[in-house]
């Protein structure tokens, strides 16, 4: 009796990393191999989108990509099953539709498209791989066409804007759809900065002691309003107004407070949180990322994903994983520090988030960062010890404090009244705060962690002054971002999408439109000037409302609700008739912006021409 043909299954996946691990996972009817990255892309060196016909895109093979295409090919000819297992979102589609159009599929064109299968995990474990390969199904064409919108949205605005900064600045230069609107920002906070000016207030403090216990009130209101004291005078007056008076309690008031663990990790807060704690970019955080997800050798057990995917929007956690982080911080810290329910951070997301996704966690909190701490170099550690923190300490139990108000309302010898006002917090249970606390910079809120604790404090009580101490102080300008506060700004305000922000920020600084200095960043006058003239010529287009938007547009692509030429054609319009009135306008834009100042040349009377060398 004849024996059966074995069916043989390509597999193809982004990264050679990938490849291994996934490689690994599969028995000898599956061939794993690794497209490394997008196969075609628009032309470099031309626009390669036909405006006329309906912005059809021209894509053509990445230069090196041919010989990867040609062994993909070979590969696919001989299998009977084609499975694209790229990343689980827009990019990782798109790169599964270019790679699987060139090896031959055409959507719904023929009985030969069955061979392709489009397989979805969002972590590499073997037990992911294998529900994937379970339910295998077709390339989303919606999601292959918001990003096919966005590269062309990319493309249009790059290439037709960055020449008006060519004859003007300097030849190469560029501009960026979303990256202008970043480097507005940047620019914006500059010149708030060098626009504030410094007020000078007081403030008056009671440094007061009970049983022994030091603590301070603060003066919070003056006749029952708030009130401003603005010179040394006005402090000075407050403390003779108040000489010899008696500080006694007139009210207490307790409070129990709870503080819940924050939420597992996204895109954005990883970015966010690594800047803060370990000083990284937040292009090494998602390259970092990148390699934990994709796979590290563990020694006896081979290579294991050890986080899920790193970009994503999503809190959602799924029950299993939490049912496995609560039973180790259990293990850990006793049943206390367990919560009654699970927290499956559903509901939180931002309106673009995918439910299918989940927050970045591990991939199995067993996983213990120590004991994967000798596969790892010291930035992975570092990075996966803070994920594993943050998803443990997100099933904890709540941290708990007893805060305390005492309000001392005096008479001063005028007859106005003076309220003082001293607030103490104490932690009673530490819940998560044991395993994971979040890392703070200048302009963040201050917590409950930051208040001391008071006496034990009671109505009439009578407490001794110290010292009554006057201050100076004057208002102080926003901060300049940081990496963490950027990313923040740019999520919060719906610009770009939190995997494209390390990307977003590294062209910045390699363009020197900013530099970074004390961790912040300070645009340069280069960066002032192109990010000046291009929100002058084009106003609506690089800004920030209309910006997210076009984000939200490109959402809807994904969701079926728009037509990806429909978002197309309503934003060239208008942005065609910006570009020809640019094109006319740029140079004495340019004057404007640059050098508003500079008036005639005194030695023949003519208008001064800017000439830009390469340091500006």
Known sequence: MARSKRQTRLVIVESPAKARTIGRYLGPDYRVRASIGHVRDLPERELGV?????????????????KILQELKREADSADEILLATDPDREGEAIAYHV????????????????????LFHEITPEAVRRALERPGTIDLRKVEAQQARRILDRLVGYQVSPLLWKPIRPG???????????????????????????????????????????????HHIDGKTFRLENEAAATAVLADLEGVAFVVTEVRRREKQKSPPAPFTTS???????KRLGFSAQKTMRIAQQLYEGVE?????????????????????????????????ALFGE?????????WTGK??????????????????????????????????LYHLIWLRFVASQM????????????????????????????????????????????????????????PLPALANGDRCRLLELVPAQHFTQPPPRYTEASLVKELERLGIGRPSTYAQIISTLLERKYVRLEDKRFHPTPLGETVAGLLVRLFPDIFDVGFTSEMESELDRIEEGDLHWRQVLERFYGPFQRRLREGERQSRDVLREVAAPGAGPCPACGRPLQLRWSRHG
């Open 397 to 452: 139990a709540n941290a708990v404090y007893d805060t305390t108000t005492a309000d001392f309302e005096l008479a001063g010898r005028s007859g106005r009244r003076y309220l003082f006002r001293a607030t103490g917090s104490v932690l009673t249970f530490d819940g998560f705060t044991r395993l994971y606390r979040e890392a703070r910079e200048q302009g963040d809120h201050r917590t409950l962690d930051d208040l001391a």
């Open 269 to 275: 807060t990883l970015q966010q949180e690594a800047a």
């Open 336 to 344: 206390l520090y367990v919560p009654a329910q699970p927290r499956l």
């Open 173 to 219: 230069l560029s501009a960026g759809r979303v990256q202008t609107v970043a480097l507005r920002l940047i620019t914006e906070r500059e010149a708030e900065i060098r626009a504030f000016r410094p007020e000078e207030y007081w403030s008056v403090t009671a440094r007061l002691e009970k049983d022994g216990q030091p603590f301070e009130a603060k003066l």
């Open 349 to 382: 997301q931002q309106k673009a988030a995918q439910e299918a996704h989940e927050a970045i966690r591990p991939t199995d909190p067993a996983h213990r960062p120590e004991d994967v701490r000798a596969y790892l170099d010291r930035d992975a550690f570092r």
């Open 298 to 330: 563990l020694g006896a057990e081979g290579a294991v994903g050890l986080i899920t995917y790193m970009r994503t929007d999503s809190t959602r956690v799924a029950a299993s994983a939490a049912e496995a982080a609560r039973a180790l911080a259990r």
């Open 50 to 66: 036909d405006i006329e016909h309906g912005f059809e895109p021209r894509y053509v093979i990445i230069r090196g990509k041919g």
């Open 100 to 119: 699987a159009e060139s090896l031959g599929y055409r959507p719904g064109r023929d009985d030969g498209d069955r061979r392709f299968r489009r397989i």
